[in-house]
């Protein structure tokens, strides 16, 4: 099974919409959560950190479940530049820090 | 601030030859990471290191050497390059501390015929 799994997207929302990405990770030992953001042919960069009691930022809320190892990320009033590929991260234990990534989901967000 | 820079941004190879890529951080983070990104996949921790003069291996690290001689600086050798070794290449830093973000270079795009 796969550190973290990720829906396969891709999303085409209007301009506008709200959507929603799911991801579930498998190690119960991780204790770091991110969503970043990845333009075409681009490195990732960091949207948010995930915490426990759920967290906003403008139009953008991550909730994670530690109990079920679910993590999400809600956009709202999608804009023509939320189009991206979304990674789900979670740290891998054990490892100076370093990240365990999902595929990634992609995002469109049209007029 | 340069951040994170990686050298070169694009290369070809033929099979069997050697290549060193250089991921350099003017931030003074103590960690630093090697990762490939192949299509359709996420991004794959190579080797890592936690400070200057120590490397440990990540996922996938076959094929790939690593030094960390300085301390602004991780280099990532492939001793004979295989096909399967096409990939884009990406370094990241990070502080010792709790939840800081890692920076990412903006990657090396090797292709290796």
């Known amino acids: 099974r796969k550190e973290v799994e990720q829906d396969p997207g891709p999303f085409n929302v209007p301009e506008g919409a709200t959507v929603a990405f799911n991801c579930t990770y498998s190690n119960s030992a991780s204790q770091s959560f991110f969503w970043y953001r990845q333009d075409c042919r681009k490195e990732p960069k960091l949207l948010m950190s995930?915490?426990?009691s759920g967290n906003e930022d403008g139009r953008f809320t991550a909730q994670l479940n530690r109990a079920s190892q679910y993590i999400s990320l809600l956009i709202r009033d999608s804009k023509l530049s939320d189009s991206a590929t979304y990674l789900c991260v979670v740290n891998r234990p054990n490892s100076g820090y370093a990240l365990n990534f999902g595929k990634g989901t992609s995002l469109l967000v049209t007029p | 601030n340069a951040g994170v820079t990686q050298t070169p941004k694009f290369r070809v190879l033929k099979t069997g030859q050697s290549m060193t890529l250089l991921c350099a951080q003017d931030?003074?983070?103590?960690?630093m990471y090697w990762y490939r990104q192949d299509p359709g996949m996420g991004l794959r921790l190579i080797h890592y290191s936690v400070g200057e003069g120590t490397t440990a291996k990540g996922e996938v690290p076959d094929g790939y050497n690593v030094s960390r001689l300085k301390k602004q600086n991780f280099l990532l050798g492939l001793e004979s390059a295989a096909p399967s070794q096409t990939s884009v290449y990406f370094c990241?830093?990070?502080?010792?501390?709790?939840?800081?973000?890692?920076?990412f270079g903006p990657g090396t795009r090797l292709t290796v015929t």
């Open positions: 995930v915490y426990s």
């Open positions: 990241a830093s990070r502080t010792g501390t709790g939840l800081s973000e890692q920076y």
């Open positions: 931030m003074n983070h103590e960690y």
